[in-house]
């Protein structure tokens, strides 16, 4: 639950930057605009047709943040993937802290964020 709750509040913020929508568009013409799968986007519910990474990708590419925190987002990213599908891995209770701890105090609470 975190982290949707992290990625719904990194695609409102997007959205409610000025200029946010442009500049996350922009950055996927950039870099996604060649392939066949491409999608403009126009307005906040068009981040939900990109892949997570693609989005968290794009989020440094148009500078909502940084390098070190899209390494975070990654990270975090793939814990969830690890966890969310049929892997058999089970993270200890540290681990768990980390996460939520990490995302709470370095995304949610805006620290990390540009916009």
Same mark, same amino acid.
Not at 3 to 15: C, D, E, Q, S, Y
Not at 40 to 61: A, N, P, V
Not at 73 to 86: Q, S, V
């Given at each position: 639950?975190?982290?949707a *709750?992290? #990625? *719904?509040h990194l695609?409102t913020? *997007? &959205? %409610?930057?000025g200029? &946010?929508?442009? *500049? =996350?568009? @922009?950055? %996927?013409?950039?870099r996604?605009?060649?392939s066949k799968n491409y999608?403009?986007i126009r307005?906040?519910?068009? =981040?939900?047709?990109l892949? $997570? @990474?693609?989005f968290?990708q !794009?989020?440094?590419?148009? &500078?909502m943040?940084n390098?070190?925190a +899209?390494? !975070?987002?990654? $990270?975090? !990213?793939d814990?969830? %993937?690890?966890?969310g599908?049929?892997?058999g891995?089970e993270?200890g +209770?540290g $681990? #768990? #802290?980390? =996460?939520?701890?990490?995302l709470?105090r370095n995304?949610l609470? &805006?620290s990390?964020l540009n916009?």
């Amino acid at each position: 639950m975190v982290w949707a *709750a992290t #990625v *719904a509040h990194l695609h409102t913020k *997007a &959205g %409610n930057h000025g200029g &946010g929508i442009k *500049a =996350f568009e @922009s950055a %996927n013409s950039a870099r996604y605009g060649s392939s066949k799968n491409y999608r403009e986007i126009r307005k906040t519910d068009d =981040f939900m047709y990109l892949k $997570e @990474s693609q989005f968290i990708q !794009l989020g440094e590419d148009a &500078g909502m943040y940084n390098k070190t925190a +899209r390494k !975070l987002l990654d $990270e975090r !990213l793939d814990l969830r %993937n690890r966890c969310g599908h049929p892997t058999g891995y089970e993270p200890g +209770r540290g $681990e #768990v #802290v980390i =996460f939520i701890e990490s995302l709470l105090r370095n995304i949610l609470s &805006g620290s990390m964020l540009n916009w």
